[in-house]
């Protein structure tokens, strides 16, 4: 009998890093990230410019079986991890307006070497 393998999906993040007014900021080119569950997905986060080390922290809890705070370094892919399984699930998107928070989960993008937060994205926890 042939035996089924889960592989797991993972959705590729890439930052991209700008000046904008003198300040430097991120820009991840999916926000919000959503992920499945059940599907076992993980996010592999990158950064367009390798002279820029970010450091990726989940200040209320990580969904993810990394707690992290995941570092991203020069041409270097990190990955999170699968969604774990006690995340909370967001049932409401798209149906219902926010705010509701159950299944959101918020990061932050900061720059390593001056600690600066460049972006303030999120992730939703799908079933
Ligand atoms: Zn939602």
């Known amino acids: ?19 904008v007014d003198g300040k430097k900021v991120a820009y991840p080119l999916l926000d919000p990230i959503p992920l499945s569950k059940s599907a076992q997905h993980e996010v592999l986060w990158y950064c367009t ?5 970010l450091t990726i922290e989940f200040p209320g809890g990580s969904p ?4 992290g705070p995941f570092s991203v370094m020069g041409e270097d892919t990190v990955s999170s991890g699968h969604v774990r399984p006690d995340a909370l699930v ?3 998107c798209p149906t219902k307006p926010r705010p509701h928070q159950q299944g959101h989960y918020k990061y932050t993008i900061r720059d390593t070497k001056t600690k600066q937060v460049l972006a ?4 939703i926890i799908r079933n």
């Open 120 to 123: 303030d994205p999120e992730v």
């Open 90 to 92: 967001c049932t409401e």
């Open 49 to 53: 410019d390798p002279t820029t080390d």
């Open 1 to 19: 009998m042939a035996t089924t393998v889960r592989v797991p999906t993972a959705t590729w993040v890439g930052i991209e890093i700008a000046t």
């Open 64 to 67: 993810f079986l990394k707690r």
